[in-house]
Nanobody, 122 residues
Framework: EVQLVESGGGMVQPGGSLRLSCAAS????????MSWVRQAPGKGPEWVSR????????SYADSVKGRFTISRDNAKNTLYLQMNSLKPEDTALYYC???????????????WGQGTQVTVSS
């Protein structure tokens, strides 16, 4: 079955860095666009970043642009999110999510990981 397993979260001080990983299995990883989505306590989910199936095109939410970098290694079936210059408002549960193929505007994702917690605090 499809599985997405995030790792790499933790607690860091403001200005610090983390690299999140998402290990994918149970499907042909290289055929799917992937995203990172986060959810802070008491707030709805917020899309963070997207990468196309080949890794050549990326996009970011304005709130993280210039600080976060999404990447993937299709040979390793792994998605990454490099998070630099972290701010307290980045504190959230971070999920990797697989886009449907084809993508439907009313239902963009079909599988999610369990999430990894990122806490940015002094």
């Amino acid at each position: 079955e499809v599985q997405l397993v995030e790792s790499g979260g933790g607690m860091v001080q403001p200005g610090g860095s983390l690299r999140l990983s998402c290990a994918a299995s149970g499907f042909t990883f290289s055929n799917y666009d992937m995203s990172w989505v986060r959810q802070a306590p008491g707030k709805g989910p917020e899309w963070v970043s997207r990468i196309d199936s080949g890794g050549g095109r990326t996009s970011y939410a304005d709130s993280v642009k210039g600080r976060f970098t999404i990447s993937r290694d299709n040979a390793k079936n792994t998605l990454y999110l490099q998070m630099n210059s972290l701010k307290p408002e980045d504190t959230a549960l971070y999920y990797c999510a697989r886009y449907r193929r084809p993508i439907l505007p009313w239902s963009r994702y079909d599988y999610w990981g369990q999430g990894t917690q990122v806490t940015v605090s002094s």
